[in-house]
């Protein structure tokens, strides 16, 4: 079967639109191409198989050196075609200016949708600086465009309040319904990409002697007798470390791919607080993991300083490389504190591949508009990076501490939000640490929430495991 070819028609498009062009064909696998033969200055048109199908006006945020400062408008979009959906969008067109006697005939839609992709996958307005941020610089939800917005947010048949609109990869169901209108193009199922991180591997084990006793001491001085006692178990090998729930993860997903983020940064409070990465525990923790049924990636999740030191991260990251099983391709940042813009030069810059940080720290939902990766562009250079972006759908510690989520509200909400995910044909890249899943503590009942989650996403994928 031949690949369906995307025919953009336009007056020298810059690099912004031709990086959004190839961004979405790539999504559903197409080719595209550009032509100036026709084009009518300030629109785009589209053929798709050799069909015109839409026309619209280019936005200037797509021009060439457009500043982030650029002026984008947003309004509500209710498409009634096969796919019907309401969504509150970014870059519509002018109001008030007719159609080309060239283009008479085309649909005409209301915004730009290469503009609109650019605006998402850019993180447009994180890098304006127009969102508000928390104490450790990751944007928050609080100023995007609809969370003022009454009324619903639609897809299929689906809805959510619009406030909540970037709980859904709005810029994926966009393309997913006019796919559906243009080519009868639909593939509702998952791609589940479970990632595991390792902040605190052990609770009590992997610590030197001294620092054992010291602990010892605090606990017998405090009347904590029975966190002393867990700890003289474990050591003497009498019941396992709490945290310790790698051979669970590993036997969960023993015939999936999955990837392991391992913090191995020098101990700094409050922040880099893992075990020390100078001793033998963490090396043959990444080799052991490496180890798996299945395709695995074991990957550095460098430390909390090592986002605003170079010297730091270039220490960190070569020294996890240099362990066996490590994977230097992939990185996440702690606290998922990778920066848009920045942060993807930054990491370019170090080698990296591939990104693995764009959530949101204290919701659920998709940060650049979409489940998929994409490539990662440069907005201060106007080009595309070789770096790429890989979107976080949910992290546990956004579901407990950010939206104060119990176990059993949690999985609700996630079978409704991947359900939409897997009607867009989307991709759902899961956040979870060794410590939420133990059963212990402020995580009492969430493992029954991962397995929720991990039964839910592979009965929506194509696979069957």
Known sequence: MSMSVLSFCGNSPSPRLKHAAEVVAGWWGMEVNWTEQGAVPGWVSLEVNGTRVACWQTHPMVEIGASTKT??????????????????????????????????????????????????????????????RDAHGRPTTSRLPWT??????????????????????WLELMWSALFKEW?????????????VDVDVAFKHLGRP???????????????????????????RGLKPDPYDTFG???????????????????????????????????PHLVQSLSSHSADVEVCCHPGYQAVEDPQTRKKECARFWGWEGANSNIVRAHFLRSEPGPGWRMWEDLGVREDASLGWSREVGFRAGTS?????????????????????????????????????????????MMEVVSAAGGTWMSCWHNTSVSDRDEWVGWRATYLHMVQTARSLSRRTL
């Open 71 to 132: 002026r984008v408008a947003f309004f509500r979009w209710q498409w009634d075609g096969r796919i019907p959906f309401e969504l509150m969008l970014p870059c519509a067109s002018e109001s008030g200016l007719d159609l080309p006697g060239e283009l008479k005939g085309t649909l005409q839609l209301p915004l730009d949708p290469l503009a609109c992709t650019f605006w998402g996958i850019s993180c447009w307005q994180e890098q304006s600086e127009e969102l508000e």
């Open 148 to 169: 003022k917005e009454s009324g619903k947010a639609s897809f299929g048949g689906k809805e959510l309040p619009m406030m909540w609109q970037h709980r859904w990869p």
């Open 372 to 416: 998929r990766a994409f490539r990662a562009y440069d907005v201060e250079a106007d080009r595309p990076l070789a770096l790429k972006v890989h979107p976080v759908a949910a992290m546990d510690s956004a579901m407990t501490r950010g939206l104060n989520w119990n176990p059993e509200e949690a999985k609700g909400q996630l079978d409704e």
């Open 209 to 235: 002697w001294y620092k054992t006793l010291l602990l010892h001491a605090r606990d017998f001085a405090t009347f904590r007798w029975s966190n002393a006692l867990e700890r003289s178990r474990v050591i």
């Open 248 to 282: 669970f993860l590993r036997e969960v997903h023993r015939d999936e791919p999955l990837m392991w983020f391992v913090l191995a940064a020098d101990r700094k409070k409050p922040h880099d607080v893992g075990l020390d990465p100078r001793r033998a525990v963490l």
């Open 183 to 195: 080519l009868g193009l639909e593939r509702p199922y998952l791609t589940f990409r479970p990632t």
